[in-house]
Each structure stands twice: as C-alpha cells, then as structure tokens.
C-alpha cells in the first residue's frame, strides 16, 4: 500500500500535495496504482474525483447516463466544436437520434471495403516512408498519422482537406476537451481556434460537394455522400452546419487515438517477443480477423482513453449488496478507470497475460455503453490494419531497447517514435 500510505499521510486540508502525488502516481506507474486501489480501495474519494476501478462498478457507471453524465467534458467539447455533438450530450433528443444517423452512417457493413481502403494507404504510405528512411524512420509522423488522415479523408468523403491540417486540429482540440484537467486558458483558446480552422475547412468541402451533387447527383459511397442524399423530416434540423458538426466530431474523435493505437500496440507487441512472433505469423496468415486479436490485446496493456469522467447528478449507491458499496454524493465528479477494470482480477482469468481472444466484455478500449465508440466498426478495421501492415514488413520494428521510447513532446499524445526501417520487402498480400 505504498501509495495510499504515503496518501493517507498526507493532512485531509492539504489538496495540493494530495493531488500532486495522486498525478505523480498516475503517471508514474498507473497499473501499480490501479492494482493497488482495486485491492485496497475500489472505490477512492479524492480531490479531483471518485476513481472506480473495479469491473462491474465501471460498467454500473457507463450504464446509467441518467445518473452518470458526460456534463464534466460536454460543454467544453461544444465550444471547441462551436456546435451540439452526441458525445456532450445525454439521453436528449439530439444523442439519441444522432447516434442512430451517425450508426447508419458509419456502417457496419462498410467494414470489409475500409479495411481494404486502409490497407492500400497503409503500404502506399510506408512504402514512402521506408524510401526516404535511413536505418531508421519515424512511425508516428511518418507513417501513423499520415495514413489515419488519408483513410479518415478517403471514408468520410474530404478530399481536399490537408492532412496535416486535419492531425494538427484535431490535436489542439482533443487536449482542449479531453485532456486538459485545469482547464488552461492558453489550451482551451487553441483547440477553440482549431475547431473554427477545421469547420471552415469542412465547411469548404461540403459546399463543393453539395454543389457538385446539384448538377451531377453524388453516388460516392463515402459518408459525405451518404449525408448529403439522406433526406431527413424538416423538424430534426439536420442541415450542412449540422453534417459539418458531425463531421468534425468524428474526426476529433479518431485521428489522434487512431494515430496513437498504431504505435502503442506496436509498442505493447514488441516489449513481449512471444506475442510478437505470433502477431506476426497471424498477420501473414490471410486471415485478418484472427490478427486482430492481438492489437485489441495490446491496446489493453496501454488504452488511448484510460479513465473517463462522468458527472454524478443525484445521490447514487455504487457496487449495492457488496462489501465497497458506497454512496456516490450528487455533484460528484466519477472517474471510470477503463485502464484498470481490464485489469481486474475478479472478472479476468490471469488479467496480467498476454491472451488474444478474451470475451468481447473484457476489453474496453471503445467504451461501453451510450458513449461507446461511435465509429467502432470502422475502427475495428482501421486500427488493427495500420498495425498489420508493419509487421507485414520485415525488420520494421521498435530499436532494441528502445520499445518504450514514445516520445510526447509536451503534449498529451505520442508525437514520435523511432523504429528501424528493417529490409525494404514487398509486404505478403
């Protein structure tokens, strides 16, 4: 109990210092902080928030939006978003019938054609890097985030957006609403005027667009073609600032996390050689689905969304009928510990193996329940494939002793990691 000793210590009027070592801990070791809260203390009260880490009290959270809200990030997504959006919403009229257009829109069934999208631009833009590369290149600016935009451009229908116009926004803005704890002024101003950027740029494309379809209709089997041929009751309102609104969001929601998944479950799948080798043999085997396993696998060991905040609006008994049951007070921010319910020893046989294939409950890495991902079906294609198609190259892996050196450069997500540029080889099909 290393930490809660050092916590407990500490005078209860002392938030500063409860809090700096609370973050310290975080960030220092959050799986040795998890394990020990889930052992010691499931349900933890601190200054910043009501950490739930257990399984079943996590998932309770994320399936009471009524209770449990997303009032703690809403609001701010809105503003940099200058527009309503499903995720900062709850249970109204616009989550509910936004998320059923948004689900029609990004169909499942759209997920053999992504993938085949995603492995096109996955080897044409590794090809590039590996051509230009010494020994060695860098996987996150020169081939994750290039390739995440160019499949985001190509699927959603935004030819003409610049695609390091398109990771640059969505960078500021995703800081501004979801990672920027107190709230810095100089953080939420950028990801505000990175919204405005990326509307106008959006709103640039759909003009074309919908100009376009005037004279010639628009059959392109892209979302924004998709959006611009549904014809929806006037009532619901949904005109091109609310295509622009979805659009936006969607991108603001998957760019950096695609970007940054590549390279951590890289990253996982090369700090464990076995799982490694087996990755790498499903990945040549034909049979995608069967590799997907173990980039889901890996993103358990390092979720792009390890806790999530949720706004508690009226009094609620947490875990009723156990031993940590506990009373949730109303006004109570609720942080849901995604990173150490997959971890949690009382629902996952031997949680701190490597196993592809676990049952589909024990890996949260889209959320759960009414904000799951969106995007997911997409998403469950376009991950993995980014991921397959490195290890379709041989040698294209983390240097030796550097698999952990993912390099943030002052910001919340992954800015740069080397990896050697292995034999330049055709990939197997």
Excluded at 170 to 194: E, S
């Amino acid at each position: 109990m290393d930490f809660l000793t050092a916590y407990d210590a500490l005078p209860e009027d002392d938030v500063p210092r409860r809090v700096a070592l609370l973050r310290k801990s975080m960030a220092a070791d959050k799986a040795a902080l998890f394990t020990e809260l889930r052992a010691h203390r499931p349900v933890f009260s601190t200054p910043v928030g009501v950490f739930v880490t257990r399984h079943p009290d996590v998932l309770e959270v994320l399936s009471a939006p009524e209770t449990f809200t997303v009032g703690v990030f809403g609001p701010v997504l809105e503003e940099v978003l200058g527009a309503p959006f499903v995720l900062a919403r709850d249970g109204a009229d616009l989550h509910w019938r936004e998320r059923g257009y948004g689900q029609m829109l990004l169909a499942a069934e759209d997920a053999p054609r992504v993938r085949e999208l995603t492995a096109r631009v996955a080897d044409a833009v590794l090809d590039e890097a590996l051509a230009q590369a010494g020994d060695t290149f860098d996987l996150i600016q020169e081939y994750a985030r290039r390739a995440a935009a160019q499949v985001a451009i190509a699927y959603l229908g935004l030819d003409g957006i610049d695609e390091g116009a398109l990771h640059s926004c969505t960078r500021r803005m995703q800081w501004a609403f979801a990672v920027n704890p107190d709230r810095d002024p100089a953080i939420h101003a950028a990801g505000v005027a990175a919204g405005r950027e990326l509307h106008e740029r959006v709103d640039e494309v759909i003009s074309r667009r919908r100009n376009a379809s005037e004279d010639s209709g628009d059959g392109s089997p892209d979302v924004l073609g998709r959006m611009l041929r549904m014809r929806l009751p006037a009532e619901y309102g949904f005109d091109d600032e609310r295509i622009n609104a979805n659009l936006g969001g969607y991108l603001t929601g998957y760019q950096q996390n695609a970007t940054q998944c590549t390279a951590t479950a890289i990253k996982e799948l090369a700090l464990r050689p076995e799982a490694l080798a087996e990755a790498e043999r499903a990945a040549g085997a034909g049979d995608p689905e069967r590799f997907d396993a173990h980039v889901w696998e890996a993103l358990r060991f390092h979720p792009f969304v390890p806790v999530t905040p949720r706004l508690c609006l009226r009094d609620h008994v947490l875990a009723s009928g156990t031993p940590r049951q506990t009373v949730i007070p109303a006004k109570s921010v609720v942080l849901a510990c995604f990173a150490s319910a997959m971890f949690d020893e009382e629902v996952l046989d031997a949680p701190g193996e490597f196993r592809p294939g676990r049952p589909p409950a024990h890996n949260l890495v889209l959320g759960y329940g009414a904000h799951d991902c969106l995007g997911k079906y997409a998403a469950q294609v376009i991950v993995p494939e980014l991921v397959r198609r490195v290890l379709l190259r041989p040698g294209v892996l983390p240097l030796p002793g550097g698999e952990r050196a993912l390099d943030y450069a002052g910001t919340p997500f992954p800015q740069h990691y080397p990896v050697s540029s292995g034999r330049r080889a055709a990939p197997a099909v």
